[in-house]
């Protein structure tokens, strides 16, 4: 346990004593490294398989769920879109330098803002290998360093990913200690890491609700939280109901293990007896269970099938990361309205309607990092929103909300220009 610590001591020493470097390192130099990773994945992607392939079978037969195991499998078809994202990091305009928000004061002076990286940002995840990419690339590209802390059930996995970074890093020029990744997954070591004030400046977690608890609940610096989806679309009494079907069914069906999948579907009462025979049709075929309630049963012909059942109260509220969906009828907008804010986790909600006041109201009403309307909540990803990738879903209101990339981990200072201006 000594060794571990030390070793954590060390690499987190070592990413702090790299930020002094890597805000100046030149955008050229950035992107060379990124292109670099892109290609280490392609060319080793038989490496990372391999890796990813022993992790899997260990989770499986340690008795993981699907969810967990879905979000823990690679392919190639997945390597390959995780070397397209970070090309597109590499294509987007470099964030530090930055000057925004300028303005010239009655005195003269010139202010503006000018985007400076954070620091030190800390990952600590579960499952998902992908976020060993995502948060280097995206803290390579805005000139923050990075300290990754992947769950014992990835631990092949990140590492060969982890591995690649660092050597594409270190061929091109990077600042020793821009990519720190911790061998160790013991649990012991995350109480050591969230005690790190002085050299880490912030953390996000990246897993369960028990993670991110512990992690807001302990950490001496500042936390960004998200990820847990309790994702709902409201199909208005207005809506095309063939356009309500193809976005709910998008939402719930395309990828059920994800954050931003759909848990929970509410229908206008007005027509929920020609959407929800639809539905049932469609979602019976994709083996999606429909957890009902007593007036979603009724129109359901009752409880006929293990696909249709009864809801219980823990259902509303729960992200499912399944194809099991909970159901609700109600008798207006205020309703739905209503549902979702109790039973909501501010993630990502969404309206199919024809009414143009109905969709300006819930734009507005409904408080969540993501709005959508007539569209699949399955949009709120960085790539998705054209921002590279995401270091996390952000929840939260402070900082940063919804999926956060290359600007959501900046900061800024204030640049003034004078031409000797005192104040009196």
Same mark, same amino acid.
């Given at each position: 346990?000594?060794?571990?610590?030390?070793?954590?001591?060390?690499?987190?020493?070592?990413?702090?004593?790299?930020?002094?470097?890597?805000?100046?390192?030149?955008?050229?130099?950035?992107?060379?490294?990124?292109?670099?990773?892109?290609?280490?994945?392609?060319?080793?992607?038989?490496?990372?398989?391999?890796?990813?392939?022993?992790?899997?079978?260990?989770?499986?037969?340690?008795?993981?769920?699907?969810?967990?195991?879905?979000?823990?499998?690679?392919?190639?078809?997945?390597?390959?879109?995780?070397?397209?994202?970070?090309?597109?990091?590499?294509?987007?305009?470099?964030?530090?330098?930055?000057?925004?928000?300028?303005?010239?004061?009655?005195?003269?002076?010139?202010?503006?803002?000018?985007?400076?990286?954070?620091?030190?940002?800390?990952?600590?995840?579960?499952?998902?290998?992908?976020?060993?990419?995502?948060?280097?690339?995206?803290?390579?590209?805005?000139?923050?360093?990075?300290?990754?802390?992947?769950?014992?059930?990835?631990?092949?996995?990140?590492?060969?990913?982890?591995?690649? !970074?660092? #050597?594409?890093?270190?061929?091109?020029? /990077?600042?020793? =200690?821009?990519?720190?990744?911790?061998?160790?997954? *013991? &649990? +012991?070591?995350?109480?050591?890491?969230?005690?790190?004030?002085?050299?880490?400046?912030?953390?996000?977690?990246?897993?369960?609700?028990?993670?991110?608890?512990? !992690?807001? #609940?302990?950490?001496?610096?500042?936390? /960004?939280?998200? =990820?847990?989806?309790?994702?709902?679309?409201?199909? *208005? &009494? +207005?809506?095309?109901?063939?356009?309500?079907?193809?976005?709910?069914?998008?939402?719930?069906?395309?990828?059920?293990?994800?954050?931003?999948?759909?848990?929970? !579907?509410?229908?206008?009462?007005?027509?929920?007896?020609?959407?929800?025979?639809?539905?049932?049709?469609?979602?019976?075929?994709?083996?999606?269970?429909?957890?009902?309630?007593?007036?979603?049963?009724?129109?359901?012909?009752?409880?006929?099938?293990?696909?249709?059942?009864?809801?219980?109260?823990?259902?509303?509220?729960?992200?499912?990361?399944?194809?099991?969906?909970?159901?609700?009828?109600?008798?207006?907008?205020?309703?739905?309205?209503?549902?979702?804010?109790?039973?909501?986790?501010?993630?990502?909600?969404?309206?199919?309607?024809?009414?143009?006041?109905?969709?300006?109201?819930?734009?507005?009403?409904?408080?969540?990092?993501?709005?959508?309307?007539?569209?699949?909540?399955?949009?709120?990803?960085?790539?998705?929103?054209?921002?590279?990738?995401?270091?996390?879903?952000?929840?939260?209101?402070?900082?940063?909300?919804?999926?956060?990339?290359?600007?959501?981990?900046?900061?800024?200072?204030?640049?003034?220009?004078?031409?000797?201006?005192?104040?009196?």
């Amino acid at each position: 346990m000594e060794d571990e610590l030390g070793e954590l001591e060390a690499k987190a020493q070592r990413a702090r004593r790299s930020t002094s470097r890597l805000a100046f390192l030149p955008t050229s130099v950035k992107n060379r490294a990124l292109r670099a990773v892109a290609a280490g994945l392609r060319d080793q992607s038989g490496q990372v398989l391999a890796a990813n392939r022993d992790d899997y079978e260990e989770g499986r037969a340690s008795g993981m769920s699907e969810a967990m195991l879905d979000r823990l499998l690679l392919t190639e078809e997945r390597i390959g879109a995780i070397a397209g994202d970070v090309l597109a990091v590499a294509a987007l305009p470099d964030p530090i330098g930055q000057l925004f928000a300028s303005r010239t004061l009655p005195n003269g002076l010139q202010l503006s803002k000018r985007r400076v990286p954070l620091g030190v940002i800390a990952a600590i995840y579960e499952s998902r290998p992908n976020v060993t990419i995502d948060i280097s690339t995206l803290c390579l590209k805005s000139g923050n360093a990075c300290l990754l802390r992947g769950g014992k059930e990835a631990r092949r996995s990140n590492r060969a990913l982890a591995d690649i !970074v660092c #050597e594409a890093c270190r061929v091109e020029g /990077v600042p020793d =200690g821009a990519v720190e990744f911790i061998e160790s997954t *013991d &649990r +012991s070591l995350v109480g050591r890491l969230l005690k790190m004030r002085e050299y880490i400046d912030l953390v996000i977690p990246r897993g369960g609700s028990d993670l991110i608890r512990l !992690v807001a #609940e302990n950490a001496a610096m500042a936390v /960004v939280t998200g =990820g847990i989806g309790v994702c709902h679309a409201f199909v *208005d &009494r +207005s809506a095309d109901l063939d356009m309500a079907l193809r976005i709910v069914d998008n939402a719930k069906v395309q990828r059920p293990t994800v954050c931003n999948a759909l848990d929970c !579907v509410v229908v206008h009462r007005d027509v929920a007896a020609s959407f929800l025979p639809q539905l049932r049709r469609l979602w019976r075929d994709a083996g999606v269970e429909m957890r009902c309630d007593a007036y979603a049963l009724s129109i359901l012909g009752g409880v006929e099938s293990a696909r249709v059942v009864a809801a219980s109260e823990d259902d509303w509220g729960r992200e499912f990361l399944s194809l099991v969906a909970a159901v609700r009828v109600v008798p207006d907008l205020d309703e739905a309205l209503a549902h979702i804010a109790q039973y909501g986790s501010g993630h990502s909600e969404a309206i199919v309607t024809g009414d143009y006041s109905a969709a300006m109201r819930f734009q507005a009403e409904v408080d969540a990092a993501c709005v959508y309307v007539n569209a699949s909540t399955r949009f709120t990803d960085g790539a998705q929103f054209g921002l590279g990738a995401e270091i996390g879903i952000s929840t939260q209101k402070f900082h940063a909300r919804g999926p956060m990339a290359l600007e959501e981990i900046t900061s800024y200072k204030w640049v003034a220009l004078g031409t000797g201006q005192v104040r009196s």
